[in-house]
């Protein structure tokens, strides 16, 4: 086992130096795969080569060591899925395309709850049917297909590498979520306070329309740099009004005959008056 632990010692060192806090870049995802599939290989073969003393041994490979390195394997690759087929689109479709992978993974883990079971409890007690290699070990799975190799693989030494990964990806996707929701908020920073929503303009369209173009001609909004249409948008906008055709509304205001500023005076004699009042009290 000394060979064996060697190899799983450098493993996890380069793994956890190989900047496990930027899996979202491609490249240094591609690598970490590459090193997990390279440091399995290296057991396979250190195994072949050398077996194992003991049947205590071979389960401590099968149940700790193997698992250790295909889980990693399995997160990186699963990773590298999510990164290559996730939505290019909203955070909301995102963070959907998140809840249904791990949708699919709580069905799976349901559907080997017994075991996840025996291993989070750290049973021992059918470890010799389950980690060892052999004719009765490969009898109690239903999935034949797994047992490509036979003397690297055991009836559970996958799934606890599917636990293992499974781990990874829900702190992996927990993470997701959290970046996804504070992006959703820096990108609408201020949302529209609930007294705006609930304002609306109670004088007529045409007292809007004059105080508009006032507010347009004197150049109180940057400077004058905001055109009148544009001026238009942001009080339809902000009064959940429509002014309809404002430019021939102007025309009117222009054509009448007697105050053609009856809206803006209206307001110049409301604030003297007020401010009258204000002096009397």
């Known amino acids: 086992m000394d060979k064996i632990n060697t190899l799983v010692d450098e493993y996890k060192f380069k793994v956890t130096n190989s900047h496990q806090d930027n899996l979202n870049e491609i490249t240094n995802l591609r690598h970490l795969i590459n090193l997990s599939s390279e440091y399995l290989q290296l057991l396979r073969l250190s195994v072949r080569q050398r077996g194992f003393n003991s049947e205590s041994d071979e389960i401590l490979f099968f149940k700790k060591c193997k698992p250790f390195v295909s889980g990693h394997l399995k997160y990186f690759s699963h990773i590298h899925s999510y990164l290559m087929n996730r939505p290019k689109v909203s955070s909301s479709r995102q963070r959907k395309f998140i809840h249904l992978i791990l949708d699919k993974y709580e069905a799976h883990k349901s559907r080997e709850l017994e075991f996840v079971k025996y291993y989070r409890h750290k049973s021992t007690r059918y470890d010799h049917i389950y980690f060892v290699r052999g004719l009765n070990s490969i009898d109690i799975t239903n999935n034949i297909n797994h047992f490509i190799d036979p003397e690297f693989s055991t009836s559970h030494d996958d799934k606890v590498a599917k636990i293992i990964a499974y781990d990874l990806l829900i702190s992996y996707f927990q993470k997701e979520l959290e970046n996804l929701k504070s992006k959703k908020k820096l990108s609408n920073p201020d949302p529209t306070p609930p007294l705006l929503e609930k304002l609306s303009w109670t004088a007529s369209k ?22 009148i249409k544009s001026q238009a948008k ?24 007697k105050n053609r500023t009856k809206f803006l005076d209206n307001l110049k004699y409301s604030l003297l008056r007020k401010m009258d009042s204000d002096d009397a009290n």
């Open 206 to 227: 045409t007292d809007l329309v004059e105080l508009m173009y006032a507010i347009n001609a004197i150049g109180a909004l940057n400077i004058g740099k905001v055109d």
């Open 234 to 257: 942001i009080y339809e906008s902000l009064f959940g009004i429509e002014l309809g055709n404002f430019y021939k509304t102007y025309g009117e205001i222009k054509a009448r005959e």
